[in-house]
C-alpha cells in the first residue's frame, strides 16, 4: 500500500473548541508545512468521521487520522461504512484508529456492539463484526488501513495480528521499545507524544495539570500501563513525580522536543505524532517546531 504517513505528524484535541473555518485554516497550514499527518482524539466534541472528512477536503497530501474513533460511540456496521466512504474518496490519506472506552459522562451505547467485557475479546469481536459488515456501497481500491489504541501487551499483539499496528498514547520512550519488542519488525507503530514549549518550571506546572485529568479518569488504563513500567504510587500521586512527568512530557525548546522525538525513533517508532499543549490552536508553535522535526 501507499499511504504515507511521514516521520512525523500532529495530535490535537483543540480543533473541538474551535469553528471549523479556523479548523479547515490550520489543517492547510499544516499541510503546508510538511507534516505527515493530523491525529486528532474524539470525545464529546465533533463526530471523529464526521471531522476527519472535513479536514480531507481542507488538505492536499497529509494523512488524517482518527486518534481514536470510540468503538462506545457506533455500531461496528457504522464505522465499516464511514472507514470504507472515507478510503475510497480519498485513497491512501485516511488512517482509522480505534479504541476507547465509555466514561462516567458518556450515555451509554445502546446499539448492538460486541460486548465481552473485557477490551481483548471485547475490540477483537468489534473488527470481526466491521469485517463482517453487509456494505454494498464502492469499496476503496486497497483496503481501507486501521490501527488501534494499545498499550498492554495483548492488546499490542492484537493490533499487530489484525491491523496495520498500534497507536499508544501518553508513554514514555521505554513503552516505545517494549511495544517494538512485543509487535515484531512490520507492524506500524506509531506514537504520540506531549510537548510543552517552555522553561522547565512553568512547564512542570503545566504537565502537572495536564495528569491531574488522567488520574482521574475510568478506567484506568493509562495508570495500569505506567505501573507495568515500573512507576509507583509516589510517582502517580499529587499530579505525578518529577521523574514520571520527565518520562511522559518533553519540555524545553525545539531542540528539547527534537531530541524526544528522536529517541522514540531509536525506541523502534515508525511516526510519532506531536501533541503540543497550548489552550489555542497551537499554529504559532506547529510552526516553530517543523523544520527540526520534519529534518529527523
Known amino acids: 500500500m501507499s499511504m504515507n504517513l511521514g516521520r512525523v505528524g500532529v495530535w490535537t484535541f483543540a480543533f473541538d473548541g474551535q469553528p471549523m473555518s479556523r479548523v479547515r485554516d490550520a489543517a492547510a497550514e499544516l499541510d503546508e508545512l510538511g ?5 486528532f482524539g474524539e470525545g464529546l466534541g465533533r463526530d471523529a468521521l464526521t ?14 487520522a482518527t486518534g481514536i474513533a470510540n468503538i462506545f460511540l457506533r455500531d461496528p456496521i457504522a464505522m465499516a461504512a464511514g472507514e470504507r466512504t ?3 474518496a480519498f485513497p491512501d490519506r485516511f488512517l482509522l484508529g480505534l479504541g476507547g472506552h465509555r466514561t462516567a459522562d458518556q450515555p451509554p451505547f445502546l446499539g448492538p456492539i460486541p460486548h465481552h467485557g473485557r477490551p481483548l475479546p471485547t475490540v477483537r ?57 512485543i509487535m515484531g519488525p512490520d507492524a506500524l507503530l506509531a506514537v504520540e507524544q506531549t510537548v510543552i514549549l517552555e522553561r522547565p518550571d512553568r512547564a512542570r ?37 518529577d521523574r514520571l512527568l520527565e518520562a511522559l512530557i518533553a519540555w524545553g525548546d525545539v531542540q528539547d522536543i527534537a531530541k524526544r522525538v528522536r529517541e522514540h525513533f531509536d525506541a523502534g517508532a515508525d511516526h510519532v505524532c506531536v501533541q503540543v499543549m497550548s489552550e489555542d490552536l497551537p499554529r504559532h508553535e506547529w510552526r516553530e517546531l517543523a523544520p527540526a522535526l520534519l529534518e529527523l
Do not use: C, K
Open 205 to 241: 506546572e503545566l504537565a502537572r495539570g495536564f495528569m491531574a485529568g488522567y488520574a482521574q479518569a475510568r478506567p484506568r488504563h493509562q495508570e495500569e500501563n505506567l505501573r507495568r513500567l515500573g512507576f509507583g504510587d509516589d510517582d502517580l500521586a499529587g499530579g505525578g513525580s
Open 86 to 88: 472515507l478510503a475510497e
Open 35 to 39: 507534516y505527515g499527518a493530523i491525529w
Open 125 to 181: 469481536a468489534y473488527l470481526d463484526a466491521m469485517d463482517q459488515a453487509p456494505l454494498r456501497h464502492p469499496a476503496p481500491a486497497e483496503p481501507p488501513r486501521r490501527v488501534l489504541a494499545a498499550l498492554g501487551p495483548r492488546m499490542l499483539e492484537l493490533a499487530a495480528e489484525r491491523t496495520w499496528g498500534a497507536h499508544p498514547y501518553f508513554v514514555p520512550v521505554e513503552h516505545t521499545a517494549r511495544a517494538r519488542e
Open 51 to 64: 471531522q476527519a472528512a472535513l479536514l480531507l477536503n481542507a488538505t492536499e497530501r497529509l494523512v488524517v
